[in-house]
């Protein structure tokens, strides 16, 4: 598939995606607390400790207890000719265990995918992913993706649209605005242990 015809192909999922969400968001007076909303930070985010991890670095075993847990990865290395691919694989199971004790959780990280050191990646992108189960809330936002080096996003959608179907553009802003932009929040389901535990 050439670059344009994939790049049309990205913008019309992403446009299906922030259509769908955004016919659940609105009017906004019939919003039921499961529709999904734009990204915002949680409450907790301001009081976060970050802990920082390299390429391929495992954080350690008790941090699984912490509560809230903020911790940001690098995975920028993510290739085959210098064994990158193979530690991020090590490094991924534990780094999954961390988040699963805790009832809030903010994890950020900073992906690259390429075959090669030095080449165009396959896909890149620098999320932000958090939880709160005792609130009952959680939030996605990707920046900066690109799928062989082609900016894709909502973003993308909206700045494609804008010129003609300028509603449309605003409808769907409220879900990525830049290029390689999209996020959302929305409600998780009733969690006793988070919610016991306050």
Not at 4 to 19: D, E, M, N, Q, V
Not at 106 to 121: E, L
Request: charge should be negative.
């Amino acid at each position: 598939m050439s670059r344009p015809r994939l790049r049309t192909a990205l913008l019309a999922a992403a446009l299906a995606f922030g259509a769908a969400t955004t016919t659940a968001a609105t009017p906004a007076a019939a919003v039921s607390p499961a529709a999904p909303g734009p990204f915002a930070e949680p409450d907790f985010a301001a009081t976060c400790a970050w802990h920082h991890y390299g390429e391929g670095e495992q954080p350690p075993w008790w941090l699984a207890f912490a509560d809230p847990l903020c911790v940001e990865y690098s995975k920028r290395d993510i290739t085959v000719d210098n064994g990158g691919a193979l530690r991020f694989l090590l490094a991924e199971p534990a780094r999954i265990a961390a988040s699963l004790l805790t009832c809030r959780y903010y994890q950020k990280d900073h992906w690259s995918v390429q075959s090669t050191t030095g080449a165009v990646p396959w896909v890149a992108w620098d999320g932000q992913y958090w939880w709160d189960k005792a609130g009952r809330r959680a939030g996605v936002r990707l920046t900066g993706f690109r799928i062989d080096g082609v900016p894709v996003g909502i973003g993308d959608a909206v700045i494609a649209l804008r010129p003609r179907y300028p509603e449309l553009a605003d409808a769907l802003a409220a879900y990525g605005t830049a290029s390689g932009e999209s996020g959302f929040s929305t409600e998780l389901p009733f969690d006793l242990r988070c919610a016991l535990a306050g």
